[in-house]
């Protein structure tokens, strides 16, 4: 009996110590690094840690909300190929969008701009963001990741930066009739959704 106990108690002393040595697993939590952003880890196994994801990186390339509304009542098919970004095979177009605007009028989670050369209007949504709509649009792929816990994580932090970066600060700054230069992103799937145009903005400009 006790030959036995001793094996027994020696496995558990073993095990304890492989698992001491090779986790199963590592906890990370999310906004860890120091410079704003999270550290990933890509699929070929090169760390992402001190280059964050910044919004302001993916400012420069989005597309005039007036070419956007252009081609689309040119040819919707044709618009979303050209300036979308498609979530997966057979997945939704999100775009990634500037312009200008004035303050028309303020809700509580969104303020709606009028855009020069257009009857149309901008819709800046200024709610709880807890969808991937800005990780879609500016076309973060999950491909670059080893798993799906990364990838969602590149989401989160980026509705973060928009909340504390973007949102936040500007809150108090959007009355009626104040100019605003915006970057934002929306999910367009029709005609529909054109006319406001809703998008979570990434880069505000606000001038009294």
């Known amino acids: 009996m006790n030959r036995r106990r001793t094996i027994y108690c020696g496995l558990i002393g073993l095990t304890i110590g492989l698992s001491w040595f090779f ?7 999310l906004g860890a690094d120091t410079q704003g952003g999270v550290s990933f ?3 070929n196994n090169t760390p ?3 280059k964050p994801r910044k919004l302001e990186a ?3 390339t989005a597309t005039e909300v007036l070419a956007i509304w252009q081609a689309f009542d040119a040819d919707a098919a044709k618009a979303k190929k050209e300036f979308g970004k498609q979530a997966g095979l057979g997945g939704a177009f999100f775009f990634c969008v500037r312009g200008k605007g004035t303050v028309e009028s303020l809700e509580k989670d969104r303020v709606l701009l009028e855009v020069e050369g257009s009857p149309r209007r901008v819709c800046l949504e200024f709610g709880v963001l807890v969808d991937n709509t800005v990780r879609e649009a500016v076309g973060v792929k999950a491909s670059e990741f080893n798993n799906s816990q990364d990838f969602n994580a590149v989401s989160s932090d980026l509705n973060r930066q928009v909340e504390e970066n973007v949102i936040a600060p500007n809150r108090e700054l959007l009355k009626e009739g104040v100019q605003v230069e915006f970057v934002g992103c929306c999910q367009i799937g029709g005609k529909s959704a054109l006319d406001p145009l809703c998008l979570i903005p990434i880069q505000l400009k606000v001038t009294p």
């Open 23 to 29: 986790p199963l697993f590592h906890i990370r939590p």
């Open 58 to 60: 993916y400012a420069t």
């Open 41 to 43: 880890q890509l699929a």
């Open 48 to 50: 992402a840690a001190g």
